[in-house]
């Protein structure tokens, strides 16, 4: 089948460069069945799942000339062994190894000149444990694209579903006078879409810039946002091509726990909790902060229509040294953006699809691109997953930590995704500007502990959130 790229797609893949690359990634940790798990096992299981993500069996044609855009085409050379490969670490292998090894692979371009993802399966973690990495570049994880290969592997029992597939035929890949025919054809019958793929570029942008920013009005003026020149920060550098990965674990009882004590979303204290840790990092590198200081975060939210990614501009109060003045501050101004009646839910979110983070992760990143340097500081993602075990050919998945890209001039990304009790976090920075990103991972967990003590000694005093005599509120937009 041969589709042409919309151009966002486009414009992802002209954006891309070595100290940008334009992928979306993840580290999903699992304890292997008393039978084991072997890479013949993954193989067996991604050969017979692969037909229900038909874009990772395609690659990228250009049209000669640049006629057109780019399509999708079905690749006849399809090696499922090239995407999906094979390390070790040696045994028994420590989680630092194992980001150590992530650092580098989420580092390197993919290979245009095949479907544009790949998959590594690294065994000998200590205890018996074996971890995945994938990594999928974000023209290959469209708005409306269906899902993505992760959460076709898994499934919610230990026993794997029995899907039956058809043998796959790659239809013939079109040559390059095929490409520029149908290029010509499609001027023909549409000659104001594609009078101009340079043209056809800007005008998306432009429309993709006038969502944003009307996304963007219920948190805080975009305008004054496209106006504030950015000041000196750590976060803004100039990025190598080297990247350094650091995560942190936390339960999702406690996020709940702090919201019943002061009200607001599970997303309110997840904010919180980034802007404490932002904090904390800051001070280590002795920059000065005032009681107003803030630091602007992108923040990409579902919006009701489901398909969508809508990116929300919050300022993290990193100035405030009170972790309960910093979450009610990020309570109000979240506010606006509940009543809007926009947000969708996550238990519905959580739903779509089966396992839904891989892909919300990745539209959250398309929806922050091309504002970086003018808009804000760095990207948070927050997905909410199912709160049920799943498993991977009888492995079962017991962490999943996402890993999103850095914008352009940017330091730092931070990902989370609840999942079975626990929230997850992935820290992305560049391996030279930041080398000190386990220190941030460390700091998220030490926010989130400062607002639990809070939140506990604010029980005892019998003061919180909630209006007296009735419990706080179950924020349906909760992570």
Known sequence: MVERMSSADVAFLHRESRTAPQHVGGVAVFTAPPSGFAYDRLLRLLEERISFAPRYRQRVRMVPGHLANPVWADDPRFDITYHVRRSALPRPGTDQQLLEFCSRIQSRLLDRNH???EMYLVEGLSGGRFAIVTKTHEALVGEGRGIDLVQAMLDSAPVPRRTVTPLWMPEPE???ARLVV???QAVV????SLRDPVRGLRHEAARATDRW????GGVASASLALLRRPQSSPLHVRLGEQRRLAVARTRLSDYRSIRDAFGGSVNDVVLAVVAGALRGWLLSRAEPLRPATTVRALVPVSVADVEQVR?????LPVGEPDPVLRLAQLRYAMAGHRTSGRAVGADRIAGLSGFAPPTLHALGARAAAGLAQRLFDLVVTNVPGP???LYAAGARMTEMFPVSPLAAGQALSIALTSYDGGVFFGVNGDREAVRDVAVLAELLEESLAELV???RTSAVAGVGGARPGRPARSDRSDA
């Open 453 to 455: 003590t809070a939140s």
């Open 213 to 216: 920013t009307a996304a963007a």
């Open 311 to 315: 990116p929300l501009v919050v300022d």
């Open 189 to 192: 019958r549409r000659p104001l």
């Open 115 to 117: 479907p544009l993802w």
């Open 182 to 184: 149908d290029a010509a």
């Open 174 to 176: 079109p040559n390059a």
């Open 387 to 389: 709160q049920l075990p």
